[in-house]
């Protein structure tokens, strides 16, 4: 391990950096995974070379960013894998953006975009005929809320998880669940997202999900690919409509 003068000549807040660091360092070098304990305070100070105050600031910074996870009672452990962080960090920007002309909120829905129309040939390739009876269902029960001028944010999260999780890609997953908690934070911000207020925006939302279930299920690839692109910018237009506004 690192000899515990490395930090001595560094400001107060390189020397925490610095820490965090070492013990991630230290975690991957001995092999830990999500749900394994981490070496007692006591074993940590010793290696580290630092005192019990300076460590538990490092641990809190560490389970800030959803490194580390306390268990009161059993001590410190490694966090399961989660971006809870991250999501609350895209949150506060994308919703702080909104007051600057949402360029943030525009670069977030710029990359769940591109993540999605990139990734729908593969999930073409991989879907089975019950996730895309799964899917119809989800489609028509949008179309029916849609004709009683009803929102279905919910629901449309829903087609979009079940749409890539037979990729069985974990970070993926995580990814647009992240994505989905900051679009709806800026949707119930903008209180707009045409689909809730608006039954013209509710049926064009339902039906462009039909449109790119239809693509999914003839395997057309670029129809797919370009329908899901459109969606997206959909989205992009209500928030340029709200940066407008005075």
């Known amino acids: 391990m690192t000899a515990p003068t490395r930090h001595v000549r560094l400001g107060a807040h390189e020397r925490l950096r610095?820490?965090?660091?070492?013990?991630?360092?230290?975690?991957?070098?001995?092999?830990?995974?999500?749900?394994?304990?981490?070496?007692t305070e006591n074993v940590l100070t010793e290696e580290l070379?630092?005192?019990?105050?300076?460590?538990?600031e490092a641990i809190k910074v560490l389970q800030a960013l959803g490194v580390v996870e306390i268990r009161h009672g059993f001590g410190m452990f490694v966090a399961s894998?989660?971006?809870?962080a991250l999501a609350d960090s895209l949150t506060f920007r994308?919703?702080?953006?909104?007051?600057?002309?949402?360029h943030e909120a525009h670069e977030l829905v710029e990359v769940r975009q591109a993540l999605e129309s990139?990734?729908?040939g593969s999930a073409i390739d991989a879907l089975n005929e019950e996730q895309l009876q799964e899917l119809d269902a989800i489609a028509t029960a949008m179309e029916e809320r849609a004709a009683r001028g009803l929102g279905f944010v919910e629901i449309d999260?829903?087609?979009?998880?079940l749409l890539f999780s037979c990729l069985e890609n974990e970070l993926l997953s995580n990814l647009l669940g992240v994505f989905w908690q900051v679009y709806r934070s800026i949707h119930d911000a903008i209180e707009?997202?045409?689909?809730?207020?608006?039954?013209?925006?509710l049926a064009e939302t339902a039906k462009i999900h039909r449109d790119i279930l239809d693509a999914v299920?003839?395997?057309?690839?670029?129809?797919a690919s370009t329908l899901m692109h459109r969606h997206f910018d959909g989205i992009r237009d209500q928030l340029t409509a709200f940066a407008l506004e005075p």
């Open 18 to 39: 610095a820490l965090t660091s070492d013990i991630m360092d230290l975690t991957i070098e001995r092999g830990l995974r999500a749900g394994d304990a981490l070496p």
């Open 49 to 56: 070379g630092v005192g019990r105050n300076t460590l538990r």
């Open 81 to 84: 894998n989660n971006l809870v």
């Open 94 to 102: 994308g919703r702080m953006s909104l007051r600057h002309k949402g």
């Open 118 to 120: 990139g990734l729908i």
């Open 157 to 161: 999260q829903e087609f979009h998880r």
């Open 192 to 201: 707009t997202a045409g689909d809730d207020s608006n039954p013209v925006g």
């Open 217 to 223: 299920r003839s395997k057309d690839k670029p129809l």
